[in-house]
């Protein structure tokens, strides 16, 4: 038996306070709380570019993006500059997003994306790259991703332009910390005289939501310093058929297992 000691106002969920009597909270809606220690998510989402056109504005998923590839260090579209969508034998299929050159500064040269994760319990990054050298190396491109609570990037890997890959090399990386409305992602080069291209396809966030089609709400824990989150689900029905009654008061949940 887990006890949580945060207790929750279940007076909250209360669409038509018009139907209250004293004493009792009547629901015109049906109000279905869902209160997860440890959630099981409910529903599984992508945002995905396959880069299957030419274009900065791909989306592959169950859900879009919240814009298109946003180009770092230049605007001059798809087809020039060090940033491009093209077609190539080193992408996976099709085209790819493609940054370098041939001895060329990539600093500062990239591109970045955002996703909307509002509700996500967990989000998993993966994408696949491959390395193209030139004539001589040297240059880095960083993976990195937007932390919304310090107002700053995090590198998740950092690629290193010093070789060739025989092939697209899959990556996977849990960014469940940084699930937020603007959920961020960026590929950024650095280095000058570079002479080597970086390759990336299939670029795809995969989350699990919480309650999909409801709200979700979090509520401190005092005792542990942790937080709880709860799921908020309203589904419209007819008064008498959908209703539930719930004295209104405050309530500590207690979670059995077994």
Known sequence: MTELRNPINLAGC????????????????????????????????TVRDEFNATSFAGNN????????????????????????????TRCAATNCLRIGGDEQSINGRGASRQANLTGAVSATLTFSYRRQELDGSGGSIDLDVWDNDLSTWVTLQTYQLNGSDGAQVPQSFDITDYVFANTQIRFIGSGSEVESYFYADNVEIDYD??????????????????????????????????????PPGTYVLNRSSG
């Open 14 to 45: 209360e669409p038509d306070r018009a139907a209250r009597r004293p004493g009792i909270t009547q629901l015109g809606w049906l109000c279905l709380l869902c209160i997860l220690l440890f959630p099981t998510p409910g529903q599984a989402d």
């Open 61 to 88: 998923g169950t859900a879009n993006w919240t814009n298109s590839w946003q180009e770092l260090g230049e605007s001059n579209g798809t087809g020039l500059g060090r940033v491009r969508v093209l077609s190539s």
């Open 209 to 246: 939501l919480l309650c999909p089609g409801g709200n979700v709400i979090t509520t401190s824990d005092s005792a542990t310093g942790g937080s709880l989150r709860a799921c908020v689900i309203w589904a419209n029905g007819n008064p008498g058929a959908d209703t539930i009654t719930v």
